[in-house]
């Protein structure tokens, strides 16, 4: 055994041993682990990326030259890069004005307000051709969300007759609204 047991690892991995394999995470994925972990500052990317390390590690050790690196600095090496071009890929972050230019406006356009306005003309104009008892209980269900007995109750009328109210309302609403 050599000075660099972490490079004699590597040289076992170059010819497929899992043992090895498995020694080598144990050794190194904690220091591995923070290199990525304080580049990328984010827990479960950094855990995602140490995997993508080893996997690396497995793919490349051929590639491993002790006389050029210690084992440890080519596997931080390589933990590093791999960080690096992780944030790289990361969309860039934006902030104050930025942030808020790249938000989608919720707010209707002019022209849904415009429809959103004829549309509540319409409406209107259809609720004042009711009853106004039977269009105040519409108004009451439907925008107030009030339910079918505090209706009842509003109107001094039985619950199956504010039902028939409802129903009949909202079908002369539907062919108002429709011619």
């Given at each position: 055994?050599?000075e660099?047991?972490?490079a004699?690892?590597?040289?076992?991995?170059?010819?497929g041993d899992?043992?090895?394999f498995?020694?080598l995470?144990d050794?190194?994925?904690?220091?591995?682990?923070?290199?990525?972990?304080?580049?990328?500052?984010?827990?479960s990317e950094?855990?995602?990326?140490?995997q993508?390390?080893?996997?690396?590690?497995?793919l490349?050790?051929?590639?491993?030259d002790a006389?050029?690196?210690?084992?440890?600095?080519w596997?931080?090496?390589?933990?590093?890069?791999?960080a690096?071009?992780?944030?790289?890929?990361?969309?860039?972050?934006a902030?104050?004005?930025?942030?808020?230019?790249?938000l989608?406006?919720?707010?209707?356009?002019?022209?849904?307000?415009?429809?959103?306005a004829?549309?509540?003309?319409r409406?209107?104009?259809?609720?004042?051709r009711?009853?106004?008892?039977?269009?105040?209980?519409?108004r009451?269900a439907?925008l107030?969300g009030l339910?079918?007995e505090?209706?009842?109750?509003?109107?001094?009328?039985?619950?199956n007759?504010?039902?028939?109210?409802?129903?009949?309302g909202?079908?002369?609403?539907k062919?108002?609204?429709?011619s």
């Amino acid at each position: 055994m050599s000075e660099d047991p972490v490079a004699d690892l590597i040289g076992r991995i170059a010819g497929g041993d899992r043992a090895a394999f498995r020694a080598l995470y144990d050794t190194a994925a904690a220091k591995l682990f923070g290199v990525v972990l304080r580049i990328l500052n984010d827990r479960s990317e950094a855990e995602d990326a140490l995997q993508e390390v080893m996997t690396r590690a497995w793919l490349n050790a051929r590639r491993f030259d002790a006389g050029r690196a210690r084992g440890m600095t080519w596997l931080i090496a390589i933990a590093r890069n791999h960080a690096i071009d992780r944030l790289r890929a990361r969309p860039p972050a934006a902030d104050g004005d930025e942030a808020l230019a790249v938000l989608p406006d919720a707010a209707p356009g002019a022209e849904a307000q415009a429809m959103a306005a004829g549309e509540a003309r319409r409406i209107a104009d259809c609720l004042g051709r009711l009853d106004p008892a039977r269009a105040a209980a519409l108004r009451g269900a439907y925008l107030d969300g009030l339910s079918y007995e505090d209706l009842a109750r509003r109107h001094a009328v039985p619950l199956n007759t504010m039902r028939s109210w409802l129903r009949r309302g909202l079908q002369y609403l539907k062919d108002c609204l429709g011619s």
